[in-house]
């Protein structure tokens, strides 16, 4: 049904805000549906997207019975009691976390992860001269991936007396090459000598593949083009279904196969639901003007909170990332300075009687973002026993006032600095809203000091926000081919350094995406006070930011297109 004017501006049906106070959890129900999803073949992710795709069929959804989930609960115990059998011995112990992490099921073997990585991180202290660069390479990152602070000096007896790699001894282990050139991807500032590390191996391994039999060509191209830190498991996965198909490998890409086959039921039925709100909440037949992308916004859902019991978070989480694309595209394409003013202004204070004064575009959008800001704030207080309203809120005016600066900036003409551009880009990312709503619809961690810190743009949210904006302007086509413009950092340096070239601020914004993965990389390093699953969103969201602005010439996502296609429709069984 089409939202109008009668929509109530009053928190959603007549819930109460109480102040924040611990009370008992209640879960939750999510509304009973039956899927009926659509499939297409002209599917385009960067064009408009309702519930109808072009030519379509009806979708085969895969439906569980107990005896099926039976069977895959006891697969899963027995590939258990394996990994904590073979993980006593230290090197097979890495080589199946690696494998498990590759085919992005380790969310079944966390505890088992946790304790084979315990006693790893008491072997990184120790060096053995007799120890492989692929072994200590491995444990390196596999223990920084788990918030471990190891030190790169474990890499010191492959380097010379000058503190570079030994080329005579690393330049024929094709193996260490690949492995230190993954674990590179997770160093930190002032880790230089990993970094030329990284750089050395990834230029060796380029130069080998001419002469690699298939199957090496095949793993050090997919690593050099998808590291493992820096790609989604859940796209990368399907490369390793078929990789050496033997031993306990063989019984793990079977548990995989399985795996993904049920994840991507369960993503089938979560559109459902999301087209299904998109609908109902009426907001693509009042405002024409904006994108119309409910799968593409859901994918963001999709990629950050990938274990499958966050199926209802996932849900939620696309309503805000939905509301940040349509108050973008007010602010880029349609709204007049004047009426912008007014609408930060309402969104500001959350004044509900001054929006009725706003234009009635404005106030559908408020009315919206408004009821969607109370249902969200209402669950997660039955659920976690705090009312997050004004965090929500206060993370929602931020943006407003970043997009209504870029406003100002372009109606004036005057551009900013490059420096001034970036601090209030990465505002405007709107990567500061999606974590604040991640981090308490989760509900880990939350307490007066961390949800203090989460509103004032910690480290961990600036560093992500900053990688997405400098990948956003990177783009060569302007976002959805629309005619709004909101500026880029590369326009605001080659303004700056007059005489420099495309390439020379290409360049620049490379290597400040790559400092910002440093400081990135820190956050994630324990103490933290967040949650592995919130800094784990926090990475899957830099990891995803290629993929949703690697425009071609016709202004289309293709690798996100291959994405979507791949977790949504692809037969892993044939």
Same mark, same amino acid.
């Given at each position: 049904?089409?939202?109008?004017?009668?929509?109530?501006?009053?928190?959603?049906?007549?819930?109460?805000?109480?102040?924040?106070?611990?009370?008992?959890?209640?879960?939750?129900?999510?509304?009973?549906?039956?899927?009926?999803?659509?499939? @297409?073949?002209?599917?385009?992710?960067?064009?408009?997207? @309702?519930?109808?795709?072009?030519?379509?069929?009806? %979708?085969?959804? @895969?439906?569980?019975?107990?005896?099926? $989930?039976?069977?895959?609960?006891?697969?899963?115990?027995?590939?258990?009691?394996?990994?904590?059998?073979?993980?006593?011995?230290?090197?097979?112990?890495?080589?199946?976390?690696?494998?498990?992490?590759?085919?992005?099921?380790?969310?079944?073997?966390?505890?088992?992860?946790?304790?084979?990585?315990?006693?790893?991180?008491?072997?990184?202290?120790?060096?053995?001269?007799?120890?492989?660069?692929?072994? /200590?390479?491995?444990?390196?990152?596999?223990?920084?991936?788990?918030?471990?602070? /190891?030190?790169?000096?474990?890499?010191?007896?492959?380097?010379?007396?000058?503190?570079?790699?030994?080329?005579? &001894?690393?330049?024929?282990? *094709?193996?260490?090459?690949?492995? !230190?050139?993954?674990?590179?991807?997770? =160093?930190?500032?002032?880790?230089? +000598?990993?970094?030329?590390?990284?750089?050395?191996? %990834?230029?060796?391994?380029?130069?080998?593949?001419?002469?690699?039999?298939?199957?090496?060509?095949?793993?050090?191209?997919?690593?050099?083009?998808?590291?493992?830190?820096?790609?989604?498991? =859940?796209?990368?996965?399907? %490369?390793?279904?078929?990789?050496?198909?033997?031993?306990?490998?063989?019984?793990?890409?079977?548990?995989?196969?399985?795996?993904?086959?049920? /994840?991507?039921?369960?993503?089938?039925?979560?559109?459902?639901?999301?087209?299904?709100?998109?609908?109902?909440?009426?907001?693509? @037949?009042?405002?024409?003007?904006?994108?119309?992308?409910?799968?593409?916004?859901?994918?963001?859902?999709?990629?950050?909170?990938?274990?499958?019991?966050?199926? +209802?978070?996932?849900?939620?989480?696309?309503?805000?990332?939905?509301?940040?694309?349509?108050?973008? $595209?007010?602010?880029? /394409?349609y709204g007049t300075l004047d009426e912008l003013v007014c609408f930060t202004e309402v969104i500001s204070r959350w004044d509900i009687a001054a929006a009725e004064k706003l234009p009635h575009y404005m106030k559908i959008c408020f009315k919206s973002l408004n009821n969607i800001t109370n249902e969200i704030s209402y669950k997660i207080y039955k +659920?976690?026993?705090?009312?997050?309203?004004?965090?929500?809120?206060?993370?929602?005016? =931020?943006?407003?006032?970043?997009?209504?600066?870029?406003?100002?900036?372009?109606a004036s003409g005057n551009l900013p600095s490059g420096e001034e551009y970036l601090k209030n880009g990465i505002v405007s990312s709107g990567v500061h809203v999606v974590l604040v709503h991640i981090f308490f619809l989760l509900g880990q961690g939350i307490s007066k000091e961390n949800v203090e810190l989460i509103s004032n743009f910690p480290p961990?949210?600036?560093?992500?926000?900053? *990688?997405?904006?400098?990948?956003?302007? &990177?783009?060569?086509?302007?976002?959805?081919?629309?005619?709004?413009?909101?500026?880029? %950092?590369?326009?605001?340096? &080659?303004?700056?350094?007059?005489?420099?070239?495309?390439?020379?601020?290409?360049?620049?914004?490379?290597?400040?995406?790559?400092?910002?993965?440093?400081?990135?990389?820190?956050?994630? !390093?324990?103490?933290?006070?967040?949650?592995?699953?919130?800094?784990?969103?926090?990475?899957?969201?830099?990891?995803?930011?290629?993929?949703?602005?690697?425009?071609?010439?016709?202004?289309?996502?293709?690798?996100?297109?291959?994405?979507?296609?791949?977790?949504?429709?692809?037969?892993?069984?044939?």
């Amino acid at each position: 049904m089409a939202l109008s004017c009668s929509v109530s501006l009053t928190a959603a049906s007549g819930w109460p805000f109480p102040q924040n106070r611990n009370s008992e959890r209640v879960k939750p129900i999510l509304k009973e549906f039956k899927p009926n999803l659509m499939s @297409t073949q002209k599917w385009s992710v960067s064009q408009k997207q @309702t519930l109808a795709f072009g030519p379509t069929k009806q %979708y085969p959804i @895969t439906i569980h019975n107990d005896d099926s $989930d039976t069977a895959y609960a006891e697969k899963l115990q027995t590939f258990k009691h394996i990994l904590r059998k073979e993980g006593e011995e230290p090197i097979q112990g890495l080589a199946m976390i690696d494998a498990i992490q590759r085919l992005s099921i380790d969310y079944h073997f966390q505890e088992e992860i946790d304790s084979i990585l315990t006693r790893q991180s008491m072997l990184s202290s120790t060096i053995h001269s007799d120890n492989s660069l692929y072994e /200590v390479a491995l444990r390196f990152r596999l223990l920084r991936q788990q918030g471990y602070h /190891v030190s790169a000096g474990v890499f010191d007896n492959f380097k010379d007396n000058e503190g570079r790699f030994k080329q005579k &001894l690393i330049s024929s282990d *094709i193996k260490g090459l690949v492995s !230190l050139y993954e674990a590179s991807q997770l =160093s930190i500032r002032g880790e230089d +000598e990993l970094d030329e590390a990284g750089d050395d191996s %990834y230029q060796l391994l380029r130069s080998s593949l001419t002469h690699l039999d298939y199957n090496q060509a095949r793993l050090v191209r997919n690593s050099l083009d998808h590291p493992h830190h820096k790609s989604l498991a =859940s796209f990368t996965a399907k %490369y390793y279904f078929n990789d050496e198909p033997n031993g306990w490998i063989s019984e793990l890409q079977e548990l995989a196969k399985t795996e993904f086959e049920r /994840v991507q039921s369960q993503h089938q039925h979560e559109i459902v639901e999301i087209l299904k709100w998109w609908k109902e909440l009426g907001l693509s @037949t009042e405002l024409r003007f904006a994108r119309d992308q409910p799968l593409k916004w859901y994918m963001w859902s999709m990629s950050c909170l990938t274990d499958p019991s966050l199926s +209802e978070q996932r849900i939620e989480l696309t309503k805000p990332v939905s509301m940040i694309y349509i108050i973008d $595209d007010i602010f880029d /394409v349609y709204g007049t300075l004047d009426e912008l003013v007014c609408f930060t202004e309402v969104i500001s204070r959350w004044d509900i009687a001054a929006a009725e004064k706003l234009p009635h575009y404005m106030k559908i959008c408020f009315k919206s973002l408004n009821n969607i800001t109370n249902e969200i704030s209402y669950k997660i207080y039955k +659920e976690h026993g705090w009312n997050p309203v004004d965090s929500l809120r206060k993370a929602w005016a =931020s943006l407003c006032r970043a997009f209504l600066v870029e406003a100002r900036w372009f109606a004036s003409g005057n551009l900013p600095s490059g420096e001034e551009y970036l601090k209030n880009g990465i505002v405007s990312s709107g990567v500061h809203v999606v974590l604040v709503h991640i981090f308490f619809l989760l509900g880990q961690g939350i307490s007066k000091e961390n949800v203090e810190l989460i509103s004032n743009f910690p480290p961990i949210i600036s560093s992500t926000a900053t *990688i997405l904006r400098l990948w956003d302007d &990177l783009g060569s086509a302007k976002d959805e081919n629309q005619d709004g413009h909101d500026g880029s %950092y590369v326009e605001c340096y &080659l303004r700056e350094n007059e005489g420099s070239s495309f390439e020379d601020a290409r360049k620049q914004v490379l290597h400040m995406i790559s400092d910002a993965w440093k400081q990135l990389n820190q956050e994630c !390093l324990s103490p933290n006070p967040f949650s592995s699953t919130f800094s784990k969103a926090s990475l899957n969201i830099a990891r995803m930011v290629p993929l949703m602005y690697d425009y071609d010439d016709n202004h289309r996502l293709p690798s996100l297109e291959e994405h979507m296609k791949s977790l949504l429709h692809e037969n892993v069984s044939q």
